[in-house]
């Protein structure tokens, strides 16, 4: 491992720009997806899911998007500005932008009002159920009262005479929803509920993407729920001519696309299905495949045998978008579902026993099992992601939870742990719990798909680490497993001691994330579906928490001044995490083979843009590890 490292970073020393570049570019792309991931509706507006919009958001442009190092980038809209610090946002629209088939065939202009037809789509509960909602309506004047709206009279009156309601002037939403259009001038003009900095970054997300009114009145409202790709209309780089489930779709070049001599684009782009990774390897060596990323018996193959023909294009992928935490639960119940988990709920309640966890866990053997070459490239400290936000003067928010928390990278040493400490907080807790009437071993109940047999390795890791790091005389890590629904047979019935998940953010503001945490709000998805942290009863907990959601409260209420912001967030995050009321666990920072440079690619660490195959360097071999620490170099030069 040091040998390669080394290697590489003396490399990024060296290296041009020019050692990289290809003569030979592919025309033609082929990509890949595991079946577990094919794409489930092309609805645009209805989906959540990652599989499905990392397809869509090739085929219809919304008004931004972003480059290869995330910043906001003009895509529908050609510009936009707020008249007054951030309450009100007017986009001007690209001229010549057009709707069209599957074939490139021109059905009808891109107009202003489409993106009012879109938002009302997205806020009408009969039409589009809750589905991309809660954004809108945290945001835009009078969204959740017109979304309130038609589903109270979809309970009253029913959903047929609910779907007939418009965006057109004079409708209950014109009149209702912060949103002005004017087709003649192609703009759009959001009007919030406050003044939110963050909101053009909403503008990459579908829950503000434009949806035709002709498209509607040509299918139906019924039609376009569930629209498919040979019906739907296009206006983004791409359109859809072959797509089989579980087999491969095809993108194409659109023959109108608006954009043409600006965007860089393939000719097609094919996405195969396939069973696993493994069988993707086979794919790329037969040359059917322009990348793939290894598990974890192919990677060491391939980086322990200097001869093998793929020894030295080992490229490390940049990482995913999603933060991963251990997610604590302060309300378990036993095995049965229903029986209280004293013992835990106890224990983790207790500040000094969750910071012998924080300080004494070294993950570094879990992290090597999605890096094995660099594990230490996977650590996480903070809970919101890399990459989401960033200070007037480029600084990633997370820099600033660093250093409210004393941490920064180290890629020599896991820098969060300390045993020295997480011996002190042991005996602490050992005492206090003692005395609380808690036995130990303490079980931590950690749950597993009892079909993989991944995860059942991942698990003995994990095991090994809790017994190596803690003792098995204080906390014993008891691996179960259920059968197909995690949420239904576990997380409901409240069977686990934790979670590890990952979170990625739709928008840029750390507010993406703290708000899943906070205390009695029914809206923080992690308080009310994992943690359980308003069913607990610990008045020292539940106190911690009370200090973390009203300084989230208060950085939240700051919309004028964004460094403040984010240095009131930073203030917020450190006390979560001071608290030790999550611990901050990895990020997915794989390796693979590729003749795709990565670091040309759309990148974004929030919303649906970073699939978007347009302005792509390739090559028509596989880069080498040199080239792609030259590629690393030249990006972080820009």
């Known amino acids: 491992m040091k040998k390669l490292l080394s290697l590489v970073l003396a490399l990024i020393m060296v290296l041009s720009v020019a050692s990289f570049a290809s003569a030979d570019e592919l025309t033609n792309l082929n990509t890949y997806e595991t079946q577990a991931r094919e794409l489930e509706t092309w609805n645009i507006h209805y989906s959540q899911a990652a599989a499905d919009l990392n397809v869509l958001c090739n085929l219809i442009d919304g008004l931004l998007t972003n480059d290869n190092h995330g910043n906001l980038k003009l895509n529908a809209a050609k510009a936009y ?11 001007t629209l690209n001229e010549g932008m057009t709707w069209f088939n599957k074939d490139g065939e ?25 589905y991309n909602a809660s954004m809108p309506m945290e945001m835009i004047a009078g969204a959740e009262e017109y979304y309130n709206y038609t589903k109270e009279l979809t309970e009253s009156e029913g959903a047929e005479a609910v779907k007939e309601l418009t965006a057109e002037a004079g409708s ?58 040979e019906d739907m209309w296009y206006s983004g780089a791409y359109t859809v ?18 954009n043409d001599a600006n965007c860089k684009r393939f000719d097609t782009v094919t996405i195969k299905m396939v069973e696993s990774v493994a069988v993707a390897y ?27 023909p ?68 996977c650590q996480n400290f903070c809970y919101t992601g890399n990459g989401v936000a960033f200070t007037s003067d480029g600084k990633d928010y997370t820099s600033l939870v660093r250093a409210e928390l004393g941490l920064d990278y180290d890629y020599e040493k896991y820098a969060r742990v300390d045993p020295e400490k997480a011996a002190e907080y042991k005996a602490k807790a050992i005492e206090e719990l003692t005395a ?41 890590l008891k691996t179960n497993t259920y059968i197909s629904s995690l949420a239904n047979e576990v997380r409901v019935p409240r069977k686990a001691s934790f979670f590890i998940n990952g979170w990625g953010a739709d928008f840029a503001d750390p507010i993406n994330f703290l708000g899943q945490e906070t205390y009695n709000d029914t809206a923080a998805y992690y308080s009310n579906a994992y943690s359980n942290i308003n069913d607990a009863t610990d008045e020292n907990l539940i106190a911690a928490y009370k200090e973390f959601t009203d300084l989230v409260v208060a950085a939240k209420a700051i919309t004028n001044d964004i460094d403040a912001r984010y240095a009131a967030f930073a203030k917020a995050e450190a006390c979560f995490i001071n608290h030790v009321l999550t611990i901050p666990c990895s990020y997915e920072v794989a390796w693979e083979l590729t003749k ?35 590629q690393a170099a030249a990006y972080a030069a820009e």
Not at 81 to 91: A, R, S
Not at 294 to 299: G, K
């Open 241 to 258: 001519t072959y797509f089989e489930n579980q087999n491969q779709k095809v993108l194409t070049k659109s023959p109108n696309y608006w």
């Open 282 to 308: 086979q794919l790329f060596q037969a040359g059917e495949l322009d990348h793939v990323s290894l598990d974890q018996a192919t990677l060491q193959d391939i980086y322990n045998n200097e001869s093998h």
């Open 81 to 91: 500005e707020t008249p007054d610090g951030g309450k009100t946002w007017v986009f």
């Open 436 to 476: 609380a009437g808690v036995t130990f071993p303490v079980t931590a109940d950690y749950y597993i798909s009892g079909a993989s047999t991944v995860a059942a390795e991942t698990a003995k890791v994990l095991e090994n680490i809790f017994s190596t790091c803690l003792g098995d005389d204080y906390v014993v």
């Open 172 to 229: 209950k939403f014109a009149e209702t929803v912060g949103i002005a259009v004017d087709d003649e001038a192609g703009t759009i003009t959001y009007t919030l509920i406050d003044a939110l900095p963050y909101f053009p970054s909403v503008a990459t997300y579908n829950c503000l993407y434009p949806l035709s009114a002709s498209l509607i009145e040509e299918l139906g409202v019924d039609g376009y729920r569930d629209v498919t790709w």
């Open 106 to 130: 021109v059905q009808a202009d891109v107009l202003a009002s489409d993106w009012a037809t879109g938002l009302e789509w997205v806020l009408n509960y009969a039409k589009n159920d809750s």
């Open 596 to 630: 795709i440079n990565n670091y040309s690619k759309v990148y974004s660490m929030y919303g649906m843009q970073s699939y978007r195959y347009v302005d792509w360097e390739t090559s028509t071999e596989p880069y080498t590890t040199e080239q792609a620490a030259a």
């Open 310 to 377: 793929y020894h030295n294009n080992l490229v490390e992928a940049r990482p995913t978008k999603y933060s991963y935490q251990m997610h604590l639960v302060y309300n378990k119940n036993l095995e049965d579902g229903t029986t209280p988990d004293d013992n835990w709920n106890k224990a983790v309640a207790n500040e000094n026993f969750r910071k012998s966890l924080y300080y004494g866990l070294d993950l570094t053997d879990y992290f090597a099992r999605t890096n094995s070459i660099n594990p230490l490239s």
